[in-house]
């Protein structure tokens, strides 16, 4: 009786598959940060920057396109102290709070455009069949205004054209033998393909599994600590609590009542109080249309600094400089995700 009870009420509501895809893309990019690729990407880009305007752009831009295979979180984790060095190392922290928010934005928004870039995609991935074609369909405007828009804020800053010199050295990972980092590359190539798979359906979820659990104990078996384990117990929370509300029956009706045909205002407002992966979870269970809600939880990222909790984590990073007035860090994150957020909600009302 009790083991009914715990299959029916607990394991049956929780989605392995997105559980253990989540974990092998942790450990598998925590691997290749390890190697320090991420942080020479970074270094060799904003090496040719000889203006303000060109390095906030290097670093903005770069992390809009690195979150899209690494998360916007782990983006955040490569990107934000590597960015605090290199302000400080050319006497501009003055502008630490504008770029920091930019990246912050840039990394919750360009994440959208794949469905590895953030732990919502992910889940809704799975839990629709949504294949690439209709993925890519329903992300990309919201992605390309987000570019321009990231692209607007730049560029129209008024001491853009002020000068820097960027030391072409800053410190990077020790990563050991040249043998031994192009056998480790290798497998994390490997690894990373092998999630893709089955990430795309090409390949079950358990193979995927096994197969990476295997090459990580063989190639570094620390990697297993560098998986945000909180990030997959607050999953499995959700999933069990979700899964059993939306078996009463009459708060079932009422909840697709509510989200039905308002998919995408729906995620964006509850995201604003839940953050975007818990409401990505919850409304996953009322309702069909699935391309809505990807793209009103993703745009939900945007506006309270909880609607994506990787935005915390820029705050963190930022919090912990010399000087740093985490008052008017908030307030100017707030002014421009409100921007961000009236943009986009724009675009879907012109492109539904």
Known sequence: MKELFVYRYIIDKIDIGTLAILFCLMAVVAGFDSLGYFDRIASRLIQKA????????????????????????????????????VFHTVGRSDKLIKVIVLETIAANLGSMLTPIGNPQNVYLYQHYHLGLPSFTRAVLPYALASA?????????????????HVRK??????????????????????????????????????????????????????????????????FVVLFVVVGNLADISWIGQHLQALVS????????????????????????????????????????????LIASMASVI?????????????????????????IFLVCLIAVHCVCP
């Open 148 to 164: 321009a828009l990231l692209a607007v804020f730049v560029l129209c800053d008024a001491q853009g054209k002020a000068a820097v």
């Open 169 to 234: 050295t800053f410190a990077q990972k020790e990563t050991g033998a040249a043998g031994k980092r192009k056998y480790l590359t290798a497998v994390y190539l490997f690894l990373f393909l092998i999630c893709i798979c089955a990430v795309m359906d090409v390949i079950h979820y358990g193979i995927m599994l096994a197969v990476v659990a295997v090459g990580l104990a063989a190639a570094n078996r620390r990697l297993f600590r560098a998986v945000n384990y909180a990030l997959l117990g607050k």
């Open 261 to 304: 045909g308002n998919e995408f205002f729906a995620g964006v407002a509850l995201s604003q109080l839940l953050s975007n992966v818990p409401t990505a979870i919850i409304l996953s269970k009322f309702t069909s249309n699935g391309a809505e809600l990807l793209t009103g939880v993703n745009v939900g990222g945007l506006g309270t």
């Open 50 to 85: 000889s203006t303000l305007r060109l390095l906030m752009m290097s670093v903005v831009m770069s992390i809009f396109f690195l979150s899209m295979l690494v998360t916007n979180d782990v983006g955040l984790i490569i990107m934000v102290p590597f960015t605090i060095q």
């Open 314 to 338: 820029s705050l963190e990073y930022y919090g912990k400089t010399q000087g740093a007035q985490k008052g008017k860090y908030v307030a100017r994150f707030t002014l421009y995700n409100v």
